[in-house]
């Protein structure tokens, strides 16, 4: 079967089928702020190190259908009720007209059509930001009005990827969620564990006026969790419950109702997901990204990020296939194992028993010289810090901590 296509005019591969034997997963942003996002939209976010300053729950071994860190549903009213479903497939696995993911160079853009709605996301995380932002585009491509609403998801993980998973006493009760209402109106959902409540919060907004909230997931699924990803009670409602979580497992859900589609038109709105000493530390950031050219702009510095480092070094050939690996995804491969080695992906879990090895990081080193010697530089400092004085060195170290095993 074919499952999607190489567009080497984009510089992307374009999966036509969301159901891929395994997750096909692209990295967005660097160590510093970054992660995964998968080909339906989950995302595994982090801040420095995925093992000790993990943002998003996603679970790497659940079935390919099942919710994984984030997702987005758009609810239809009909005159039986609501229509929920994903333009994402997953969680919902409702049957879609089309779906196209384009897995490009630090970004992933999913658009699909499903009944009267054709979605239009770009994923990505700006140059230097310590947020993740989606740009949602919802379009009315049937002949009559429709109301459609947005609700984007987050499900967060205790800071400490590993104990997310190990402690069911204590982890659930340090996990907190709060409101911000700004003077603009505008609403904020915070989320923290309390002991880092002074100094590593995370925070999950958009552009748009919100009608609804959830930041519990019990309240979200509904029916004590009988509810599921795929059919979440909370969207039978007309609104969201307006949960603050003071303990257990944490959500962001915000709940936009933009009002009557007319056909061909095409409403837009902005998430921002990130982590910050405070929320008065990430409003700049903030206030920044809610602005639609700003996004614009930040995905073409990142254009232009991309361009000139591939131009450093290129090879032309006889054959087109080749040239787009030795020029594009070869490159690309290496400045993603700059950044992470093999710390973080679907077969090096992220949660600490390996780290940053040594002689990977060595070999990622030499695959990017010509490329980002500054970066490269970076590194080899990192590595010889863990190195000792007789020459050898330690086999892998943590990034945030540096200890070394």
């Known amino acids: 079967m074919q499952y999607g296509y190489f567009d080497n005019s984009a510089r992307e591969y374009v999966i036509t089928d969301p159901k891929t034997p395994v997750k096909w997963i692209n990295y967005i942003g660097t160590l510093a702020f970054g992660g995964f996002v998968d080909h339906t939209g989950g995302a595994l976010l982090c801040k420095n190190d995925p093992a000790l300053n993990r943002i998003t729950k996603y679970i790497s071994q659940m079935p390919a259908g099942e919710f994984k860190g984030t997702t987005l549903y758009i609810r239809v009213k009909a005159p039986e009720g609501y229509q929920v479903f994903s333009p994402f497939f997953v969680p919902c696995l409702v049957p879609y007209q089309s779906f196209e993911c384009h897995v490009g160079l630090g970004y992933m853009r999913i658009v699909s059509r499903v009944g009267a709605i054709e979605s239009d996301v ?18 009315n491509i049937s002949n009559g009005p429709v109301q459609a609403d947005i609700i984007p998801v987050v499900e967060y993980t205790h800071f400490d990827a590993l104990k997310q998973l190990t402690n069911a006493d204590w982890v659930p009760q340090t996990m907190q969620s709060e409101l911000v209402e700004q003077a603009d109106g505008q609403k904020v959902l915070l989320q923290y564990a ?12 958009s ?5 609804s909230f959830d930041t519990d997931r019990r309240a979200f699924l509904g029916a004590n969790e009988y509810g599921t990803w795929s059919r979440p009670f909370g969207l039978l409602n007309e609104q969201l419950s307006n949960s603050i979580a003071a303990r257990g497992d944490n959500i962001a859900a915000l709940l936009h109702r933009p009002g009557l589609l007319q056909p061909g038109q095409t409403h837009e709105i ?17 206030d920044r990204y809610r602005k639609p050219e700003a996004v614009e702009e930040a995905l073409r510095e990142q254009a232009v990020f991309w361009e000139q480092f591939l131009n450093r070094q290129q090879v032309n050939t006889p054959d087109p296939a080749l040239n787009a690996m030795l020029n594009v995804h070869n490159p690309h491969q290496c400045y993603i194992t700059l950044n992470w080695s093999r710390y973080l992906s679907y077969y090096q879990l992220g949660y600490g028993a390996r780290g940053i090895g040594f002689r990977d990081s060595s070999q990622d080193v030499m695959g990017v010289l010509a490329l980002a010697p500054d970066e490269a530089q970076a590194l080899m400092r990192k590595l010889l810090g863990v190195q000792r004085r007789n020459g050898s060195a330690y086999h892998q170290f943590n990034p945030l901590s540096m200890i070394a095993s």
């Open 122 to 139: 770009t994923i990505f995380v700006p140059r230097g930001a310590d947020c993740e932002v989606r740009r949602i585009r919802v379009k």
């Open 194 to 205: 309390f002991m880092r409540k002074q100094f590593a919060i995370n925070y999950f907004t």
């Open 270 to 286: 902005i998430t921002l997901l990130g982590q910050a000493g405070s929320l008065v530390e990430a409003q700049p950031t903030i």
């Open 207 to 211: 552009n748009a006026a919100v009608d």
